[in-house]
């Protein structure tokens, strides 16, 4: 048996030409072998520290120096009146200083979809984590709306419980959400819920070393199977001064305020404040997934000290067992490791007991043979650096070890080793040269030649429980492959840029932040900018959507729009709903040589669905269809003139509509309703599932032959008048059986056809009535008794097919309405081929169902125009696909970019799916924080500035006393002074009889009367009869827009009746809630929204009529 080998050179260049994505995930299919856990990939980072807003702003302050340490700040507590320099004075701190937060008492509830009165209540560690959680998924590309019901993990460490005592000592401010508001578990299980993750929901106590010991929880979780993907971290805020008073009992606090980790003056820590959080995944997936990536973990550990001298003593044994586990677990030999963040709380007696512990496992030995690394990149001669963040933004705690994470990730991916502050003469207890370790002093690159470094991260609890983690640097994924770098540096395309947030001013906000990311990091690139704006953001209400080929110009175009006054005027805001959108498409005649070229070159979709169609019309057409759409290619010639022969016009369109639409789709731009012209109607049919594919392109080429091989001669004519002076003028001549009206499309735009001489005839009749014509350049009468001879030959290929029901509603040209089941009958395609296209009837349709929004799929936008002619001013929104003329790939996307900012929900994973670009670090979403905080009397007696400034505004203004008016028993009316005017009245009518009990007895005024009923889809059900779905906002608005003028020309009266339908309170265990909440208050807010948005002239009345929800006199019901 014998096996080929390939030589070594020949691997060597397979592997060299490899991606950098492939090339890691070898060597990780090489550590599988060794029975070595897959490494945990840190792809997302969120944080605010002291002096530090961002991962940025944090790398920012490590690599300057920065000393974030200040005077305990008057809005937390007095600290004249707290100070002592007596450590042993009652009720007193001889420490003035730590690391704090900026505006912690505010907060965006809206944001998170929080009542402005639970938020209130609401910790503000929680309220924190929420924001931190949300940066965190932003920094790592992730959208929180696509992770929803995923296993994702969150794991919080959490341990002081400031608010709660606060409000806790004044029992008359608790409140229902008080219990929730400060409980420690639910400060992992709230961002769970609002999220809607389904993985583990952990909030970890374990004093200083909680978020460490999350991370390792967070690890364990995806190596069990049990996460997807998860978010580790912790957070600490001090917002009273008795945890500082009890620490300084304990003299564990430095006076003057400085953390001097492993120096001999080390005196003690100073206490911090922030959050931080990671967000994990398997380093196999984010490679796939091209996530960006800081550094990866390869191992942790946790333990405890057991039974030692003290419960807060800690233990030299444990430590160093907690460190050799972690090794262990990562797979690698102590003496790899170059740098090691240590828990270095400056104090006399826990820096040489972690130094001891350091030095004893980290022993500079030559390495495993079995490890990653080599003694060349790791020489072990070469001391181990330590250091402390404790440095520079104090103790924080519960949040102290992912503080300490995040300062080595961020350490790992700028290669540099970063100082460690205040240490200025080694701890005399401390060998360090015995040791071999070192405390990094200054800031140095930390630099590799092959394998990424090693670093270990402790925290240790002062209950006892420590945590180790061992972190690696990424794969390097910098060096492009050459046709990578290719696309890259001749990438001249447009590139699509998307920004959006809930609000107007926040949008424009986040638009400067993006140009003061182009202004200081120009070298930035526009492919990774795009597409990270794009994949890597959720998408609200409030968008903009620009198109450019520069990062120059991206940055002109925000200053031009968010230095604008009235940027809330020219960026509206959208429903929640993504709009309902109609794919209009285009017939015969619009044509042209090379159409869609670019998008077959460019798009793969494209491309993939034209080769289909392609392949199958092989068996119809004698020449191949790609020769005819693009001689230019595929029979080196610019011959267009078999397009225009209708045997290949009519297929070679249906095949680049089809192609068109299946590209829109697989971006996310699906149509609720279609429609086509004429031959456009096929593909329309097919789009909606009544063709197959090969049906729907059998049916067109047998259909263009059949027309192909009838006797040329007949005209066609447009002329520019009503139907109605058309008909008569038919209708005056003798020879009217042999001229027809072929299409109608639009109120004075009506296209004749029929004998040639018969149409002349026609049209000098109407010329002496001074009416416009225009002859088309046709072949054939399409449209007239002139087709009857291929009908039954015609009729033979469609009983061959399979017709079913569409999946997507239809407009039909033969009707002019909605398509019924006759659509499924041969009969309705015969008479489709002679009788008129009613497109101006369609559109009316259109319409009147509240469609606006319309996407021509097609070559050129030539029903687009004629659609606006048919409509009121203004009630269309017209996007088309191609233009003659414009690049297809400009067209596409400033059509994309409109379709994107009228609401339509794109597919940015696809669209983005073989494009250039990597996610990148971009800003992050700026929260409208405002204060929310209660006003309680311990609070006021800690503070010389009232926190009941931060309250939120007083609830009273909202408050008003409920009267109920009687109705006489006897059936008579109570007065309610309605203004004698003429009103509008929209009665949203229940289905007892109420409404039109009412409507009945307002028929008597001269008011106009509108009855609107609760239904599945939306429909003008008669001219004052109007049917709306109660759980789609955008119904609502339809209403109110098609009845704008007179709305706007009365006052109106709004009777909301609907909630009468709502079952007894004993009937709900068997009526499903969710039509009851539609049909009420769901309902209900969708009109309130519609109200306000319509800006009607006069300000609405509003009525809610409802049964059983009040006791409005003495019995309960």
């Known amino acids: 048996m014998f096996r080929s080998m390939l030589p070594v050179d020949d691997?060597?260049?397979?592997?060299?030409?490899?991606?950098?994505?492939?090339?890691?995930?070898?060597?990780?299919?090489?550590?599988?072998?060794?029975?070595?856990?897959?490494?945990?990939?840190?792809?997302?980072?969120?944080?605010?520290?002291?002096?530090?807003?961002?991962?940025?702003?944090?790398?920012?302050?490590?690599?300057?120096?920065?000393?974030?340490?200040?005077?305990?700040?008057?809005?937390?507590?007095?600290?004249?009146?707290?100070?002592?320099?007596?450590?042993?004075?009652?009720?007193?701190?001889?420490?003035?200083?730590?690391?704090?937060?900026?505006?912690?008492?505010?907060?965006?509830?809206?944001?998170?979809?929080?009542?402005?009165?639970?938020?209130?209540?609401?910790?503000?560690?929680?309220?924190?984590?929420?924001?931190?959680?949300?940066?965190?998924?932003?920094?790592?590309?992730?959208?929180?709306?696509?992770?929803?019901?995923?296993?994702?993990?969150?794991?919080?460490?959490?341990?002081?419980?400031?608010?709660?005592?606060?409000?806790?000592?004044?029992?008359?401010?608790?409140?229902?959400?008080?219990?929730?508001?400060?409980?420690?578990?639910?400060?992992?299980?709230?961002?769970?819920?609002?999220?809607?993750?389904?993985?583990?929901?952990?909030?970890?106590?374990?004093?200083?070393?909680?978020?460490?010991?999350?991370?390792?929880?967070?690890?364990?979780?995806?190596?069990?199977?049990?996460?997807?993907?998860?978010?580790?971290?912790?957070?600490?805020?001090?917002?009273?001064?008795?945890?500082?008073?009890?620490?300084?009992?304990?003299?564990?606090?430095?006076?003057?305020?400085?953390?001097?980790?492993?120096?001999?003056?080390?005196?003690?820590?100073?206490?911090?404040?922030?959050?931080?959080?990671?967000?994990?995944?398997?380093?196999?997936?984010?490679?796939?997934?091209?996530?960006?990536?800081?550094?990866?973990?390869?191992?942790?550990?946790?333990?405890?000290?057991?039974?030692?001298?003290?419960?807060?003593?800690?233990?030299?044994?444990?430590?160093?067992?907690?460190?050799?586990?972690?090794?262990?677990?990562?797979?690698?030999?102590?003496?790899?490791?170059?740098?090691?963040?240590?828990?270095?709380?400056?104090?006399?007696?826990?820096?040489?007991?972690?130094?001891?512990?350091?030095?004893?496992?980290?022993?500079?030995?030559?390495?495993?043979?079995?490890?990653?690394?080599?003694?060349?990149?790791?020489?072990?001669?070469?001391?181990?650096?330590?250091?402390?963040?404790?440095?520079?933004?104090?103790?924080l705690e519960a949040a102290a070890g992912i503080a300490s994470l995040i300062k080595v990730a961020l350490s790992l991916k700028h290669q540099e080793l970063l100082p460690s502050l205040h240490f200025l003469e080694p701890n005399p207890h401390i060998p360090f040269d015995q040791l071999s370790l070192r405390v990094q002093q200054q800031r140095e690159p930390w630099l590799w030649d092959v394998i990424p470094p090693f670093a270990g991260v402790s925290s240790f609890g002062f209950g006892g429980t420590n945590a180790h983690v061992v972190l690696q640097g990424a794969p390097d994924l910098t060096k492009a492959t050459s046709n990578d770098r290719d696309q890259n540096d001749q990438d001249q395309n447009y590139h699509l840029f998307t920004l959006s947030a809930k609000t107007a001013t926040a949008l424009q906000t986040l638009g400067k932040r993006y140009i003061d990311l182009i202004a200081s990091e120009p070298s930035r690139t526009l492919a990774d900018i795009c597409l990270t704006s794009n994949k890597g953001r959720s998408h609200f209400n409030y968008r903009l959507a620009l198109l450019v080929k520069s990062t120059d110009q991206l940055q002109q175009q925000l200053t031009k729009l968010t230095e604008s006054e009235t940027i809330s005027e020219k960026i509206a805001e959208n429903s929640p709903t993504p709009p309902e959108i109609v794919f209009l498409f285009t017939g015969q005649g619009s044509q042209y040589s090379g159409m869609g070229r670019q998008l077959y070159e460019t798009q793969p979709i494209f491309r993939a669905t034209l080769d289909q169609c392609a392949e199958i019309l092989q068996t119809y057409l004698e020449q191949p269809l790609l020769d005819v759409l693009y001689p230019e290619i595929f029979r080196d010639n610019s011959d267009n003139s078999t397009l225009n022969q209708t045997a290949y016009t009519q297929p070679a369109l249906f095949a680049l509509e089809y192609s068109l639409a299946q590209l829109w789709r697989s971006w996310g731009i699906e149509p609720t309703v279609v429609m086509g012209h004429s031959v456009g109607e096929y593909v329309a049919a097919t789009v909606a599932g009544v063709f197959s594919l090969e049906d729907g392109l059998k049916l067109i080429a047998q259909r263009a032959r059949l027309m192909q091989q009838l006797p040329e001669g007949g005209e066609m004519v447009v002329v520019l008048t009503n139907e109605q002076q058309v008909t008569e003028a038919i209708q005056a001549i003798s020879a009217s059986n042999q001229v027809s009206i072929a299409a109608i499309n639009g109120p004075e735009n009506i296209v004749i056809s029929g004998e040639s001489q018969a149409v002349q005839t026609v049209i000098a009749r109407l010329d002496s009535q001074k009416v416009k014509s225009l002859k088309l350049p046709v072949s054939h009468a399409f449209h007239s008794a002139l087709m009857q001879p291929m009908v039954t030959d015609f009729a033979q290929t469609l009983s061959e097919i399979s017709l079913h029901p569409p999946q997507i509603e239809i407009i039909s040209n033969v009707t002019g309405k909605l398509a019924t089941a006759e659509i499924l009958t041969t009969e309705y395609w015969c008479d489709h081929v002679l009788n008129p296209v009613k497109f101006y009837q369609s559109m009316e349709t259109l319409y009147q169902q509240g469609y606006h929004l319309c996407v021509e799929v097609g070559p050129k936008p030539s029903l687009l125009g004629m659609g606006k002619a048919c409509l009121p001013k203004g009630k269309l929104t017209a996007i088309p696909s191609l233009r003659p003329g414009k690049p297809d790939s400009k067209q596409m996307l400033e059509s994309l970019a409109s379709l994107y900012k009228h609401g339509a929900s794109v597919d940015w994973k696809k669209f983005h799916e073989h494009n250039p670009g990597r996610l990148v670090s971009l800003p992050t979403y700026p929260f409208e924080r405002q204060r929310y905080w209660l006003d309680t009397t311990s609070v006021k007696q800690l503070s010389p500035i009232s926190y009941g400034q931060l309250s939120t505004p007083s609830y009273g203004d909202w408050l008003y006393e409920i009267a109920w008016r009687p109705k006489d028993i006897d059936g008579s009316d109570v007065s309610t002074d309605i203004s004698t005017s003429i009103t509008t009245w929209l009665i949203f009518a229940d289905k007892g009889g109420f409404g039109e009990t009412l409507v009945q007895q307002l028929e008597a005024k001269p008011d106009r009367i509108l009855l609107i009923s609760p239904g599945s889809s939306y429909q003008q059900l008669q001219a004052n009869h109007y049917q709306i779905n109660p759980a789609q906002p955008q119904h609502f608005q339809r209403l109110l827009d098609q009845e704008v003028e007179s709305l706007n020309a009365t006052s109106v009266i709004v009777v909301h009746m609907w909630s009468l339908d709502t079952p007894a309170l004993e009937q709900f265990q068997t009526f499903p809630l969710d039509a009851t909440l539609e049909n009420g208050c769901g309902s209900v807010l969708h009109l309130l929204q519609a109200l306000v948005k319509a800006e009607l002239a006069q300000p609405p009345r509003l009525w809610l009529v409802t049964e059983g929800t009040q006791p409005v006199g003495k019995t309960k019901k």
């Open 11 to 395: 691997i060597a260049k397979r592997i060299a030409n490899l991606s950098p994505e492939k090339r890691a995930l070898l060597e990780l299919q090489l550590q599988k072998r060794k029975g070595l856990k897959e490494p945990i990939a840190i792809i997302g980072i969120g944080c605010r520290f002291p002096g530090a807003s961002s991962p940025k702003s944090f790398w920012q302050l490590l690599k300057n120096g920065v000393d974030a340490i200040t005077e305990v700040p008057p809005e937390r507590w007095d600290i004249e009146r707290f100070y002592n320099a007596d450590p042993t004075a009652p009720g007193k701190m001889y420490c003035r200083y730590g690391g704090f937060l900026a505006h912690v008492d505010k907060f965006d509830p809206e944001f998170f979809g929080i009542a402005p009165r639970e938020a209130t209540y609401i910790d503000p560690q929680q309220r924190l984590l929420l924001e931190v959680i949300w940066e965190a998924l932003e920094d790592a590309g992730q959208v929180p709306s696509q992770l929803s019901g995923s296993q994702t993990g969150v794991f919080v460490g959490i341990s002081t419980h400031d608010y709660g005592q606060l409000l806790l000592q004044s029992p008359e401010v608790v409140d229902t959400y008080t219990n929730t508001g400060v409980a420690s578990t639910m400060a992992a299980n709230r961002i769970s819920y609002l999220l809607n993750f389904k993985g583990p929901s952990l909030t970890v106590d374990t004093a200083c070393s909680s978020s460490l010991v999350a991370v390792h929880l967070a690890c364990q979780s995806i190596w069990n199977g049990e996460s997807t993907l998860a978010l580790a971290g912790g957070v600490n805020l001090m917002l009273t001064p008795v945890v500082t008073v009890g620490l300084s009992k304990l003299t564990a606090l430095s006076p003057d305020g400085r953390c001097k980790a492993f120096d001999a003056r080390a005196n003690g820590f100073v206490r911090g404040e922030g959050a931080g959080v990671i967000v994990v995944k398997p380093l196999s997936k984010a490679l796939i997934d091209k996530d960006p990536i800081y550094a990866v973990i390869r191992g942790s550990a946790v333990n405890q000290d057991g039974r030692t001298n003290g419960l807060t003593a800690p233990n030299r044994d444990a430590q160093e067992a907690v460190l050799v586990s972690a090794y262990q677990q990562a797979g690698i030999s102590p003496s790899d490791v170059q740098y090691v963040e240590t828990h270095g709380t400056g104090t006399l007696l826990g820096d040489p007991i972690e130094a001891m512990a350091l030095g004893n496992v980290l022993k500079r030995e030559p390495s495993d043979h079995n490890s990653d690394n080599n003694s060349n990149n790791n020489p072990t001669n070469k001391p181990v650096a330590i250091g402390s963040v404790k440095s520079n933004i104090g103790h």
